[in-house]
């Protein structure tokens, strides 16, 4: 079992930006990890993925070039850095990790995952 907690969602202007982070209660060097959001009425959507090598990434087409995912295995960490931030970002984020032995692996399928966070809330006002 792995357990994850996010951060720094919150409320910012449209343009602005934030940095969410997800700590894991644990080793993060065997696992795939991964962001994805949800807003209310709709499923959970692929965000970015990092694979555990951290040399590829992956990213929804409306984030490309505006958010930027990476990962610190040595503080079991995954960050989202969010830029140029539009209404549309607005969902909850959450934070999932995959167990793999795929060092080069980023996988989109929510189902793919084997734990999740709580998420952290972003709100994007104009």
């Known amino acids: 079992q792995v357990q994850l907690v996010e951060s720094g969602g919150g409320l910012v202007q449209a343009g602005g930006s934030l940095r969410l982070s997800c700590v894991a209660a644990g080793p993060t060097f065997g696992y795939t990890m991964a962001w994805f959001r949800q807003s209310p009425g709709q499923e959970s959507e692929f965000v970015a993925g990092?694979?555990?090598?951290?040399?590829?990434?992956d990213y929804t087409n409306s984030v490309e070039g505006r958010f930027t995912i990476t990962r610190d295995n040595a503080k079991n960490t995954v960050l989202l850095e969010m830029n140029s931030l539009k209404l549309e970002d607005t969902a909850i984020y959450l934070c999932?990790?995959?167990?793999?032995?795929?060092?080069?692996?980023?996988?989109?399928?929510?189902?793919?995952?084997?734990?999740w966070g709580q998420g952290t809330q972003v709100t994007v006002s104009s």
């Open positions: 990092i694979s555990r090598s951290g040399f590829n990434t």
């Open positions: 999932a990790v995959k167990r793999t032995i795929s060092r080069g692996g980023v996988y989109k399928g929510g189902d793919d995952y084997d734990y």
